[in-house]
């Protein structure tokens, strides 16, 4: 992993090396310290070092030398090294030469070495005693300001280190050389990673996949498709909740807009169809990669370097059309993008919190981790997420499960004798990170009432407060298989629907179907005489007004209707036995017209509705409870 700070520290320090002054007089030192300037600005470190350290040898007060060789060992990471020659050096201060300015100096020098080793409380305490003797015209230069900044931030994070544990994700993963940017399905039971069997450009990546067995283990990864994996590299993917829609990034391809683009595949009947290039509205000319999928694919959001940005590496985003397209992709703008890098979006299981990676807001050392959360439509400004998931080093994503109980993660590792590997890893997220409403998922099929076939519906879940679409899945149409979320939201609806089909409505809170591992949904093909209950329409007690959270259901009858123009039907009002007979007789008449007035306000012609009101004479259920008289008031649809 690099160390953000290598460039700024080494920028800087040059600032206080300009005028040529020296701590000592040796000419021959000098002429050292100056091949080792010469050579540092020619990038050839180690030589440079090799000239400091003469510089030193011959003169072991030279402040100045033990300031650059610690400076250029920061670069090359050798931190203990650097501090044992910044102590050195340090050590030589009360020399009759040393000045304010050499103190400011090692004072600088340290702040950074803390930072890049994680000492922060150091770090925090040593810029703040350099602070004073600093010299006012470095106090503009942008080093300073951003340094300034970043001991702000400390100041209110030491001290507030959480405690995660990490586990390695144990065999048989982690079995090839590199595995990284893992993603899980919203059940936990299926992971998603890149596999790359070395660094050289001969090799290549392919997206693998590894499945939860029964005793809770993980099976051994395979390639997901030879659909999707190719002669070219394939990876940094995204997966929707279900597991039935994926977009990767491909380099290089023969079909690329750019250096790397985005592509997309969809699960048909369980088996993965040919990926497309999600073409020029949302690839570009530049790199486009990282992408992640809203649970439900209805938003996309990706990492681009494209112009149109305010740095280098911004999130970008998409919309999912109602005729299957992607919209022009947009920036999300300059609350989460900044002039420096963001990358590795990962949109939460609830379409409310982005996480996503910066070097650009306020952190620790390189690219930290952030969220921003929804608030009113918006992006609210980042949080982040603090030690020790962030530190001094790169932290380049995250990816939490649905169920907020794990964060997967990958970390660099070095062995002695062996190049960097990629690991997977884990931690329990903390609690204490609000992630919002809990979710939980149902799983399930939709099938043919009639010859028990599967069916490929949609099934879409609405808020019935504001009538928002929360989620958006299809079945299989192999199996009928569906999974679908559900937020502790106070009123929810979910609908299932098929072309040529009654729609099935479900009450989620009153039919209690969240976090039920086998719902059947059976699906009544269109025919005359078939019936069922109108539900998620709403009126006030004694009255036949429609309440606001009525229109998810008026809605879909209405998009019913449109699709089966051959279709009449009658509207029947019910009532609990609650009052005389004749009064609730005509108020379940007049509710029932409700229903047919919103419907030809919209547009249908009113000959196509008939109405009729039954008041309590057919319950479905004995009115012996609270529960059941709100089962009775009801409204059913009638296929005429």
Known sequence: MRLYFFGILFFATLCFAQAQTYSIIDSRAIKFFKEGEELTLSRRYDEAIQKYQDAIEREGSFLEAYLKQAQLLITQGKLEEAEKVALAGKSRLNGKNATQKHAADFGWLFTNLYLNQGKFAKAYQTFMEADPILEDSFKTSMYYVEMKAKMEFLQTQIGNTRIIEKEILSNPLNEFKLQYFPVLTADGEQILFTKRDGTQNTDKEDIYMSFLSPEGKWTKPSSISQTINSIYNEGTCSVTADGNVLIYT??????????????????????????????????????????????????????????????????????????????????????????????????????????????????FGGMDILLSRVVDGEFARPENLGLPINDQLDQVALFITAQKDYAYFT???????????????????????????????????????????????????????????????????????FTMLYP?????????????FIPKIFNVERDK???????????????????????????????????????????????????????????????????????????????????????????????RIMVEGKGDIEPMVPNTSLENQALNRRITIKVL
Request: glycine fraction near 8%; aromatic fraction near 10%.
């Open 250 to 363: 491909s380099c290089d391809s023969p079909d690329t807009e750019g250096s790397c683009d985005l592509y997309i595949a969809y699960k048909k009947n369980g088996m993965w169809q040919s990926p497309k290039n999600m073409g020029k509205k949302v690839n570009s000319r530049s790199w486009d990669s990282q992408p992640s999928l809203s649970a439900d694919g209805r938003i996309l959001f990706f990492s681009s370097n494209r112009k149109g940005g305010f740095g280098g590496n911004d999130i970008w985003y998409s919309i999912l059309q109602n005729d299957g397209s992607w919209a022009e992709a947009k920036n999300l703008g300059n609350v989460v993008n900044t002039p420096k890098d963001e990358i590795s979006p990962f949109m939460f299981f609830n379409n409310e919190i982005l996480f996503f990676a910066s070097n650009g807001h306020d952190g």
């Open 411 to 481: 970390e660099l590792t070095s062995e002695e004798g062996d190049n960097d590997r990629s690991l997977l890893y884990r931690f329990k997220f903390p609690k204490e990170i609000y992630l919002g409403e809990n979710l939980t998922v149902t799983e399930g099929k939709v099938y043919n009432s009639k010859t028990g076939e599967p069916i490929e519906a949609t099934l879409s879940l609405v808020s019935l407060t504001n009538d928002s679409t929360l989620y958006q899945f299809r079945s299989d149409g192999k199996t009928g298989d």
């Open 488 to 500: 502790d939201k106070a009123i929810s609806g979910l609908y299932v629907e098929k072309q040529g």
């Open 513 to 607: 179907i969240q976090n039920v591992k086998d719902l059947k949904i059976e699906l009544v093909p269109v025919a005359k005489g078939e019936e069922f209950v109108f539900e998620n329409v709403f009126f006030e007690f004694d009255k036949y007004d429609l309440k606001n959270e009525s229109i998810s259901s008026l809605k879909r009858l209405l998009k019913f209707l449109t699709e089966n123009p051959n279709v009449n039907i009658l509207i029947v009002g019910h009532t609990d036995n609650i009052g005389r007979q004749a009064y609730n007789l005509q108020l379940s008449l007049q509710r029932a017209q409700s229903v047919k007035n919103y419907l030809v306000e919209k547009g249908l012609h009113p000959a």
